[in-house]
């Protein structure tokens, strides 16, 4: 969309601010509002400017000047303020060169696509994801130096401390939260909101259900879409589930998991390939009807299932769900159907338009863009180098699984994993090392070092009385 249907589509909705949005290194959304009136079309050549030091991931003091410069194609309107906003979303530059900023992760998302054309592999490589979250009733935490604790809130959960009931007795036991009729099922109209919302923004929705644990966990999936047009639907998804869900008196959460002894969330992520039209991943004779080309993409998974961990299930509370017991995907393994493998093939549909793999190990805590550039890479990698997958793993893999490579068990061991597995990334300058750098660097100061100093009430319960 061009500058003047842009302004044309604001004159027509009442819309008087344009908010600008843009993505962070660890992947939350970050914005600032303009009058109209002061929103020129210049700004699409000259961009705008703002303080870099102050984004996490991005500069430091003495070179914080930056400029975001807005991508036209993301218009859309933005109802969740008091008055309707123009949102876009906008690439981030550096100010004297004009070139794009290394570490804007929506940059690496289009490299990633270029990269993909440019091995002429294929010219298009979709992602399907399956964001999983919890719509809780309240939250509460804190940490200080001499108190940490939180407690949350739900009157669908069978919490014996639950609080104050509504009297109702209808309640979800754990890990019985799977397709519930209401009223058992209490967050449905809100969810329904949520589908609404996000149909509004230009988001289409494939299905939304209560999900398997207690306490309002959902599932809404969106349908296919390419890498970088996906990863901004993912941002827009989370931002509109979690106003709708304030704005219904909730509060939604995309952590992993927030509740001990019930299944976490995950975000599986249906991949393909595809070339002139025709789908790369399909082969009738094949393994579960996969290609030999879908093969080596999941071989690259596997071989570089460890490292990968780190963008895509990248906080210490990932590894809190990543355990086996809960349906968590911790095997690196692949198989039909079967959902304690890293990767599924599902076989609701056996066409070619429909054949593709399901990457399970990820959730939504993740920076979409990298996370999904990283799996393509993998992929890429996989096919360039022909590496096999081996056999498929049959049967209850949490029983049976002797012998196949887990999943990392903490975030510090997928950053170590990323540190020495990591030249996948680099094919077509997609990632750079300063950015792999800066990552590894920041994930373990401000996520594995504060997690790490701090006493738990938990630690306090086994250790106390020693």
Request: aromatic content about 12%; some cysteine; overall charge negative.
């Amino acid at each position: 969309m061009d500058y003047k249907e842009i302004i044309e589509k604001c004159e027509k909705n009442g819309v008087k601010i344009i908010d600008l949005k843009f993505c962070d290194l660890p992947g939350a959304w970050q914005h600032f509002t303009v009058p109209i009136k002061q929103f020129d079309e210049k700004i699409f050549i000259d961009g705008i400017g703002f303080d870099g030091s102050s984004i996490r991931g991005f500069k430091n003091i003495e070179e914080s000047d930056m400029i975001l410069i807005p991508d036209g194609k993301t218009f859309v309107i933005d109802r969740f303020g008091k008055e309707p906003a123009g949102s876009l979303i906008c690439n981030i530059h550096e100010p004297e060169t004009k070139e794009r900023f290394a570490n804007d992760a929506r940059f690496v998302a289009q490299k990633a696509e270029a990269y993909l054309e440019k091995t002429g592999i294929a010219d298009a490589a979709y992602f399907g994801p399956e964001p999983e979250f919890f719509i809780f009733d309240r939250v509460e935490f804190a940490n200080g130096q001499n108190r940490a604790f939180q407690r949350v809130e739900s009157g669908e959960a069978n919490w014996s401390d639950n609080g104050e009931s509504d009297g109702s007795g209808y309640k979800i036991r754990n890990k019985e939260g799977y397709f519930p009729m209401s009223p058992t099922d209490q967050t449905a109209d809100i969810r329904r909101d949520m589908v609404a919302e996000l149909k509004r923004l230009g988001v289409q929705v494939e299905k939304e259900h209560h999900e398997v644990a207690t306490a309002g966990q959902a599932e809404i999936d969106i349908k296919y879409d390419s890498l970088l047009s996906q990863a901004d639907k993912i941002m827009l998804f989370k931002y509109a589930v979690k106003n709708v869900a304030r704005r219904a008196g909730k509060t939604a959460t995309f952590m992993p998991k927030p509740l001990f002894g019930d299944n976490g969330s995950g975000m599986h992520t249906h991949i393909s390939l595809w070339k002139d039209s025709k789908a790369l991943f399909f082969d009738a004779n094949g393994y579960a009807g996969l290609s030999q080309t879908a093969l080596w993409f999941v071989g690259g998974l596997l071989a570089h299932g460890r490292s990968l961990m780190a963008f895509c299930a990248p906080t210490t509370n990932s590894y809190k769900r990543l355990v086996p017991g809960f349906e968590a995907p911790t095997n690196l393994a692949y198989s039909a159907r079967n959902r304690s493998a890293a990767i599924r093939v599902p076989m609701y549909n056996n066409s070619p338009a429909a054949k593709r793999i399901e990457f399970r190990p990820p959730d939504a805590s993740c920076n979409p863009y990298l996370a999904f550039s990283t799996m393509l890479m993998a992929g890429i990698d996989g096919i360039k180098n022909k590496i096999e997958p081996g056999d498929p793993a049959n049967g209850n893999i949490y029983k049976n699984g002797n012998g196949i490579t887990q999943v990392p068990a903490s975030l510090e061991e997928s950053l170590a994993a990323l540190k020495t597995d990591y030249q996948y990334l680099l094919g077509g300058g997609v990632f750079g090392e300063s950015l792999i750098n800066d990552w590894i660097a920041y994930k373990k100061t401000a996520e594995c070092d504060f997690c790490r100093l701090r006493p738990t009430p938990a630690e306090f319960e086994l250790y106390y009385g020693i």
